[in-house]
């Protein structure tokens, strides 16, 4: 648009950049859905990942939680940086 050449194409972003984007976009929209971090961590990693205790220390609720901020963030207008022409993979 504007004269301004495309972003890259969309499978040109590596499979582990690509998985990511999809987990934070589905777990945001269970965020927005009102699902706790644990359900989402349940739905994203098996919910025998989960443990029975010690959620509060256990490294998918924080995995969890930075997938929901980056989701947010993408929804905030993140994702125009895909669509920047010489987008470098963060």
Known sequence: ??????????????KQ???RLCAAL???????????????????????????RA???HDLRSRTIRLVQGGLAFVRGGYRKLLRPGHRHE
């Open 17 to 19: 950049r690509r998985e």
């Open 55 to 57: 959620w509060k220390t």
């Open 1 to 14: 648009m504007n004269g301004r050449a495309p972003g890259p194409a969309l499978h040109r972003l590596p």
């Open 26 to 52: 589905r777990a945001v929209a269970a965020y927005f859905a009102g699902a706790t971090y644990r359900s989402i961590a349940a739905a994203l990693f098996g919910g025998k990942r989960i443990p029975d």
